[in-house]
Structure formats: C-alpha cells, structure tokens
C-alpha cells in the first residue's frame, strides 16, 4: 500500500464531487433534513422522537452512502477508468482504500451537520455522549461505502444500482428494531435481524450508555465496515474474461 | 517487445482469437486492422493483460503479460474514452500522472504532444469525442512507456486531425516506442511500416502495405483486403 497513490485516488474523487455541487449539496444536506422532517411530524409526541431521532442517525448516512458510492464506482467500470488503473501501478487496496477516505470524509460532515442540528434546532435532548451517537452515524456512512462498493460490482448498470437499494437496504430497515423492537421478532427473523450490519448500529445507539455493550455493537460495525471493504476488493478483477 | 505464441483467447463459448502468433520490435509502427467483431479490441486487451487468455503465450519485454512489473510499461487507449468525464483535462492527467509518479510537468508535456494545452481546465464531458479520445491518448503517453496500444483512436476524426496523429504515432515510433494502432478503416493502412490484418480472430497478412497492394495488384486497400479474403477461402 503506497498512501501517496491512496491520497492521489481519494482527491481524485473529492474533485469529482466538486464538479457536481448538486451531489454534495444532497449528501450532505438530505439526512438533515430528513431528521427535521422527523422531528416535526412526532412534535405532538416529543418523547418518540428523543428515542428514534438518534436512532435514524444511524441509518439515514447508510443509505445516502450506499446509493453514491455504488453508482460512482460503478461509473468507474463502465466508462473504462477502472479497467485504465489497472493497466498502471495501483493496488486494490489502495484503490479501495483511497474510495473509503474520500467518502468517510464526507460521512464526518454528513453526521457532524445532522447531530448538530438534531441537538440544537430539532430540540434532541439525549443526555450526553453525543459523540459516541456520531461515532456510530459515521460508521453508518462507512458501511454503506462498503457495501455501495461490493455491490457495484453485481450491478451492471447504474439502473440496476439503484434497484439494490430497496432490495438491499429496506429489509434491514424493517429488521432494525426501528419499527419493531428486535426480541419481539419472531425467532426466525430475530435470527436474521442479529446478523444485520443495521441492527448492531441501532443496538449501539439505543444503549450508548453502557461503555461495554456500545463498545461490542460497535466492533461489530467496524467488522461488518472491513468486511464490505474487502468483499469489494476481491470483486476487482484485473482480468476479466 | 511482444511475443504473441499461439494465443487464444475464449469469451462466453465463443473462441475470438484462433493461435495467434506474431513478433514485434521497439520502434516498430503496427496497423492492426480488420473489421469490427474480428478480435482487434480482444487482442490489444490480451497485451495489456486485462485479458483472461484461454491459450498460448503472450510476453511483454519478456514478462507475461499482465505481470505487476509491466504496469505502466504499456499506454493505452481504450474505445471508450477510459478518462473521468466528470473531472477536467488537466485534473485528469494529474491524477494518472500522480500513479505513476511522473512530475507535474509531464501534465504539460503530453497535453503538447496532442495539442490539447488550451482546453487544460476544460471537464472532459463539455468536449467532443475527438477531443476526449485525445485526452485519452495523452494520458497513454503520461511516462512515455515503451509500448503504446491504440484501440481505434483516429476514429470520428477530422481529416487533417487524424493526419497530425498519424505523425505523432510515426515520431513516437521513430523515437523507440512500439505502437499498435487498430482500426476499420483501411485506408489507414497506408501511415503504417506494418500491416497485421485480422478476420475473424485469425492472422490473414503479416507485412507491409506496399507488400500488400502488390500481392493483391490493387491500389486500394480494401480491394486488397477482400482479394486477399477471397483467395483464402
């Protein structure tokens, strides 16, 4: 791994985004206000949303992550750039690794803004520890990097990438614990749901104030993070048949 | 510099390239030409190394093709533009130069050599396909690698354009680089010292256009290349 050609391959990135300001202006601005847009629907309950407000931190970066990355990087198969890199002295993990530092860059401003916001304007009173709340938010964005990457690798057009979203992304949604509590699942879906890189980030932000439970959901998360990571290096083939 | 023995080359059931077998010198100014569908594109991705090969050898400055030491050893320009569209000339190249560890005047100096230093700080999607598929070559000639390979880069393009690439590939050629260029044109078979005529993934000639026109007793070169179609089967 030579961090010269990762930082070549993460600012690379950073400026494609620069040319489209659209994009950055929705990545970073969506989850936002989708968390505002929570919070005035449950005004009439205030309750509900210091419980699912935080919660949602942990899945709105995932699916904004998730949907960017696996359309850019698929782009990045189609027009013949990928193909290009390959033919020059650059790693699939540097690769791989210079896509994850441009996007977990934007998945720090992403939940900065949205947990700022949420504790001032939107009125989330958590008591204390945001910190570990954004910790868990941006590995939210991270994880959706990961998997955007591993699955652009499926898909074989950008229409078909945006497809897996719902396939991919709502199950785990509906298995969370944000609709149901996950121990009141039935056993077979509770199975399903433990395993789930979503789960443990509600888990962690449900129980942020247990240091050793925080701490397990989110090595959980960092693995499930790695996982996705290497997954999508090993779909990178030099050749291709 | 390559060393083609026996190559075959499979995708999806369908053999494309039948023990293929040619040798090629630095210097050496190679027209790879036969109509689309007859494995041009398949045999430039197979030097490159980005090709799985069914069959046969294929060796680069001595190496197999596709080792990690010959990364960035060969320049190509793929059909497709293989720049990021989205990023300008200029952030383009730097970013490929920086992979490769060329200095940033070497940004300057290949836009030069494709005429491209005025439309520097233009995003690749504003240009027109002549012009994108001439960033695409100046970012194959970042580092001045010993063998380029042009997968129909003069096509679309205006007349006195594709006569000005012509003399680059002819200068680079005469400076020690190996070039293969492929096309379906050809009349291009006319710019090049050698002439590899490909149908159907087989090797139908291997020499020069002026050998060419003489065996077929023609002027035109797809005269040529029908009569010698016609006597081989």
């Known amino acids: ?241 | 510099m390559i060393d083609v023995k026996d190559l075959r080359v499979i995708r999806q059931g369908n053999e494309i390239l039948h023990e293929l077998s040619f040798r090629a010198g630095a210097g050496e100014l190679i027209g790879l030409l036969g109509p689309s569908g007859s494995g041009k594109s398949t045999l430039m991705r197979s030097l490159l190394g980005v090709q799985m090969l069914s069959g046969g050898t294929l060796q680069i400055l001595e190496r197999p093709a596709g080792s990690a030491s010959l990364r960035g050893a060969l320049g190509y320009v793929a059909q497709s533009s293989s720049v990021y569209l989205d990023l300008t000339v200029e952030e383009n190249l730097r970013y490929f130069a920086g992979i490769l560890h060329e200095p940033r005047s070497e940004v300057g100096r290949v836009l030069a050599v494709v005429s491209l230093t005025t439309l520097a700080g233009r995003v690749v999607s504003s240009l027109s396909g002549g012009e994108r598929t001439r960033v695409s070559l100046a970012t194959a000639l970042l580092g001045s690698p010993p063998i380029l390979v042009l997968d129909e880069p003069t096509v679309g393009l205006d007349p006195i354009l594709r006569r000005d690439l012509w003399r680059t590939f002819d200068e680079l050629a005469k400076s020690g680089t190996t070039v293969v260029v492929s096309s379906h044109v050809m009349d291009e078979a006319a710019h090049c010292a050698r002439l590899l005529l490909l149908r159907d993934g087989r090797l139908l000639f291997d020499d020069s256009p002026a050998k060419l026109l003489a065996a077929a007793k023609s002027s035109s070169y797809d005269e040529a290349f029908e009569r010698l179609i016609e006597s081989q089967s």
């Open chain 1, 1 to 241: 791994m030579n961090p010269r050609r990762i930082l070549f391959t993460t600012q690379r990135i950073l400026q494609q985004l620069r040319h489209d300001p659209r994009t950055i202006g929705l990545l970073l601005l969506v989850p936002s206000a989708l968390t505002g847009l929570l919070a005035w629907t449950l005004s009439g309950r205030p309750g509900t949303f210091q419980t699912i407000g935080p919660q949602l931190l942990g899945v709105f970066p995932l699916i904004v992550m998730f949907l960017v990355t696996s359309v850019i990087t698929l782009r990045e198969r189609t027009v013949g750039t990928l193909e290009r890199l390959f033919t020059l002295p650059l790693t699939k993990g540097e690769f791989i690794t210079g896509y994850a530092l441009a996007f977990a860059l934007l998945a720090i401003l992403q939940s900065i803004l949205v947990a700022t916001l949420s504790y001032t304007w939107y009125g989330l009173a958590h008591q204390g520890v945001p910190w570990r709340i954004s910790l868990v938010a941006l590995c939210a964005g991270l994880l959706g990097t990961a998997f955007g990457l591993a699955l652009s690798a499926v898909a074989h057009t950008e229409f078909q990438a945006v497809q897996f979203m719902p396939a991919f992304i709502l199950p785990q949604l509906l298995l969370c614990g944000l609709f149901v509590p996950v121990g009141q699942l039935p056993v077979a879906l509770r199975l399903v749901a433990d395993v789930l890189p979503m789960t443990a980030a509600i888990h962690a932000i449900s129980n942020f104030q247990s240091t050793s439970y925080y701490a397990g959901q989110f090595a959980i998360l960092v693995g499930f993070i790695f996982g996705g990571l290497g997954v999508g290096a090993a779909t990178l083939r030099r050749r291709t048949k």
